[in-house]
């Protein structure tokens, strides 16, 4: 037997990474999670700034309701602060992808050719060799970050990684966070839900194989409001929809465990309105 993989923690504790915020691009986001310093004595809980540097952060609901708004408005808000991004997408072929980040950006009011420079796509949607074979999909990751600096990686989405091979999700996803914390990157993984059912739970397409992975996840849902209490309660009209919001774990940093209310704005915006007791309150 050999102590090669044993570590003291003062061994270790010169390797640890600086805890701290990286922007999200998401308005009322950035101060739901949030650090913990121990300062002359006494306990002081402070903002973090964004989601935690070096996450792996999964973003998981049923279709339209704005994960890869999300994701989007993250890699623009990185590329417009100097920080490289590269966007993974395995649903949406390039062409569409780089249409898309262009509207996000302009909706943001940042220059779109001031931060093309700083956003690299990989098409692995148009390419069934990258999606179906992850290894080469991962190199080809590692040779975008190793030659262009790259900081931050989105994935849109991991579950179309595993979408015929379900059994297999939950090594995946490993291999693929594995990768993601050996290269240093702050990432977001899209993963789809299978249907409505368990509303707010981190359960996505593969079951579990994403959420007990990742160092977090965010849970977004859409409530379609179709009966009087319903209206009442909301106070909204029969036939809205209501968008709600839940960081359902992190392990990272703290976070607020609250179900918040969200809206995608006319110009195609995810934006945090309000904690959900204080907007059925108003």
């Known amino acids: ?32 999670f949030y650090k913990v310093d121990y300062i002359n004595g006494k306990v002081e809980k402070s903002p973090l700034g964004g989601y935690p540097y070096l ?22 808000k990185q590329a417009s602060l100097g920080y490289r991004t590269m966007f993974v997408t395995v649903e949406t072929p390039k062409e569409f992808v780089a249409q898309s980040l262009m509207s996000r950006a ?4 940042i220059d779109f050719n001031s931060i093309s420079d700083n956003l690299f796509i990989i098409d692995a949607a148009s390419d069934h060799r990258l999606r179906e ?4 999909l991962l190199d080809t990751m590692a040779y975008g970050i190793k030659t262009y600096n790259i900081k931050n990686t989105v994935i849109d989405s991991v579950t179309g990684l595993f979408e015929a091979k379900e059994v297999m999700a939950r090594s995946i996803v490993r291999k693929v966070y594995n990768f993601l914390k050996k290269w240093y990157q702050t ?23 994403v959420a007990h992975i990742v160092d977090g996840t965010i849970v977004l849902y859409k409530k379609l409001i179709m009966s009087k ?24 940093t703290g976070h607020d465990g609250r179900t918040y209310v969200f809206e995608i704005t006319d110009t195609g915006l995810v934006r945090i309105v309000s904690p959900l007791e204080d907007y059925i309150r108003r």
């Not at 302009?106 to 009011?109: E, L, N, Q, V, Y």
């Open 1 to 32: 037997m050999t102590g090669e993989n044993l570590y003291s923690l003062s061994r270790l504790k010169t390797q640890v990474p600086k805890l701290f915020g990286v922007p999200s691009g998401v308005e009322g986001l950035d101060d739901l």
């Open 55 to 76: 996450g792996v952060i999964n973003i998981t609901g049923v279709a339209d309701t704005g994960k890869s708004l999300m994701v989007e408005q993250f890699a623009v």
């Open 106 to 109: 302009k909706a943001m009011g």
């Open 133 to 136: 074979d992850l290894d080469k």
């Open 187 to 209: 990432a977001l993984l899209v993963s789809q839900k299978r249907s409505s059912s368990e509303e707010m739970s981190a359960e996505a397409a593969g079951g579990y194989g």
């Open 229 to 252: 209490f319903e209206s009442n309660l909301y106070k909204v009209p029969i036939g809205s929809v209501v968008r709600l919001f839940r960081i359902d774990g992190c392990r990272m």
